[in-house]
């Protein structure tokens, strides 16, 4: 099953650094997500002057308690990175 995560990082004074400091360990990890086929697509969303905000995750897993699992070990919640996420059930349009 498929789920789309749209996640805000917070607006504090500190919001780019906890990011920052936090990526290498969230793009080490989400890399074995894609290992295991369950990172189907994914990125940053930039604000207008191309600062990053927040993320973009599609995940293909076998429902949602395996996404909540999965998230347990998602360094951008565990360090306080994304202030709001949104995950709702997504179907990927299969385009011929």
């Given amino acids: 099953m ?11 004074a500190t919001a780019l650094e906890r990011r ?7 793009l080490e990890k989400i890399s074995h997500v894609k290992k ?3 990172f189907l697509f994914g ?8 600062k990053m905000i927040g993320s973009v995750i599609l995940y293909d897993v076998p429902d949602r308690a395996a996404l909540n699992e999965r998230l347990k070990n998602e360094p951008y919640i565990y360090n306080k990175v994304w202030e709001k ?8 349009a299969t385009i011929n």
């Fill in 2 to 12: 498929q789920f789309l995560l749209i996640a805000y990082d917070g607006t504090d």
């Fill in 20 to 26: 920052m400091k936090s990526r290498p360990e969230h």
């Fill in 36 to 38: 295991a086929g369950e």
């Fill in 43 to 50: 990125g940053a969303i930039l604000d207008d002057d191309g």
């Fill in 85 to 92: 996420i949104e995950i709702r059930p997504f179907r990927l």
